[in-house]
């Protein structure tokens, strides 16, 4: 009986919830299902959520609810490589940003003035890249040197180490644009302060910090530096090997590269095999694909090899 009377008064229940609190959790609920969506790479479903979730923002004039929304769409527009429209997307986004007060100097901001950066360097539009870059990175150094006057107690410890942590990505970034348009000494430079930060701020045994350096390594592998490049990146696998890093298998490619650009053909295939084993494991098509490449590369040369040494043995 008393199950029976708890069951009457439940389903006597008002939802005391106001419209727009009940329009805010439909939101946040859209928003989850879109981004679990994308997790699962069901990217149309996804649109649809976002879409659904920003006619609801602008119906309640949610700005908060407005600038995340805009936010999602921008960063699943560019996954999908329509730069045109993450372009207008994170525009949008950020004049709401702007509009509502937030500082041209906030983490938000730059961070999607960033992706703008690289939606302009993907799009070849020089100009705009470099500006934009050049944005990014002089707006954190100078809020870095801001917060080095600050008294202690004004100090946020948290706040410092994310603007620090966005100038490494930016600087990252950049490189990649310098390596995009052949501006190899600079791209060096960029990955050199991105790896120290890095490695400062997250410790070098961090998965990003072993990016860093094994492409470090790449640059100046590219450069024709073999003898400094070979040493870095070997570090960078052995440590990824004691850390056991998630993409342990492009770093192994990286090194199988190096190894043969030095001519040291059976070190190099011996592990392009592992890493081929490691990116069919991990399903990365995109690495197999590399992979295979540098494997025919090897025995491309060492054909090549071979021709020299019997032409040369005909000759003496």
Do not use: W
Not at 267 to 283: D, F, I, M, N, P
């Amino acid at each position: 009986m008393g199950s029976v009377i708890a069951f009457s008064l439940f389903s006597k229940t008002e939802d005391t919830r106001t419209d727009a609190q009940m329009k805010e959790d439909e939101i946040i609920l859209l928003l989850k299902r879109a981004k679990l969506s994308m997790m699962r790479g069901q990217l149309h479903g996804a649109n649809g959520f976002l879409h659904q979730a920003i006619k609801l923002a602008h119906q309640t004039n949610n700005s908060q609810a407005i600038i995340y929304t805009y936010s999602l769409m921008a960063n699943l527009a560019y996954v999908q490589g329509q730069l045109d429209n993450a372009e207008k997307l994170f525009k949008v986004a950020m004049s709401f940003m702007l509009s509502g007060g937030t500082p041209q100097d906030d983490n938000g901001v730059i961070e999607m003035s960033l992706k703008l950066a690289t939606i302009y360097a993907g799009q070849e539009k020089n100009d705009l890249a470099k500006m934009g870059f050049q944005f990014c990175t002089e707006s954190l150094e100078a809020k870095l040197e801001k917060f080095k006057e600050l008294p202690a107690e004004e100090q946020s410890e948290e706040l410092r180490k994310e603007t620090r942590l966005l100038l490494g990505l930016t600087l990252d970034s950049h490189a990649r644009y310098m390596v995009a348009i052949h501006r190899l000494s600079q791209a060096v430079v960029d990955y050199k302060q991105a790896l120290l930060i890095c490695q400062e701020e997250q410790g070098q045994t961090h998965p990003q910090s072993l990016v860093l350096m094994s492409d470090l390594a790449t640059i100046l592998d590219m450069q024709g530096r073999h003898d400094e490049a070979l040493p870095l990146v070997k570090q960078a696998v052995e440590l990824s090997r004691e850390a056991g890093h998630p993409d342990q298998h492009v770093l192994l490619g990286n090194m199988a590269g190096i190894l043969l650009h030095n001519d040291l053909f059976e070190e190099s295939v011996k592990l392009y095999k592992e890493s081929l084993a490691l990116a069919q494991s991990a399903g990365d098509e995109e690495a197999l694909e590399q992979i295979q490449e540098g494997l025919k590369e090897v025995a491309n040369r060492r054909k090549a090899q071979k021709a020299e040494e019997a032409a040369k043995n005909k000759t003496d």
